[in-house]
């Protein structure tokens, strides 16, 4: 088992800028890739960005691409999401996810744990 916590949500202007934080635990060792996640009121969950253990390859929506940056801290297990140039669109509940298989990155089913999720509201 894997557990995922997130952190760092909150209400920002647009323009503004937010960091996520995503901290695991558990059987850490078995995860393939780690990625994030967002679901908007009566929309669909999709997929924002995602992170390659082995070699740290990244691949990002094309509606956050430029904007937000994904990264890893080894040492404490943490898995961030840097959000930059926000706008209202980007509002969401934001989840940290983990794969522990060779699958499609961007299709949220084919992910094995998830955590609780962290609500981003972008408003003036």
């Known amino acids: 088992q894997v557990q995922l916590v997130e952190s760092g949500g909150g209400l920002v202007q647009p323009g503004g800028s937010l960091r996520l934080s995503c901290a695991a635990s558990?059987?850490?060792?078995?995860?393939?890739?780690m990625a994030w996640f967002r679901q908007a009121p009566g929309k669909e969950r999709e997929f924002v960005a995602t992170?390659?253990?082995?070699?740290?390859?990244?691949f990002y929506a094309d509606s956050v691409k430029g904007r937000f940056t994904i990264s890893r801290d080894d040492a404490k297990k943490t898995v961030y999401l840097q959000m930059s140039s926000l706008k209202p669109e980007d509002t969401a509940v934001y989840f940290c996810?983990?794969?522990?298989?060779?699958?499609?990155?961007?299709?949220?089913?084919?992910?094995?744990?998830w955590g609780q999720g962290t609500q981003v509201t972008v408003s003036s």
């Open positions: 996810a983990a794969m522990t298989d060779v699958k499609a990155y961007q299709f949220f089913n084919n992910y094995d744990y």
């Open positions: 992170m390659r253990q082995v070699d740290r390859t990244t």
């Open positions: 558990g059987r850490t060792f078995s995860v393939y890739r």
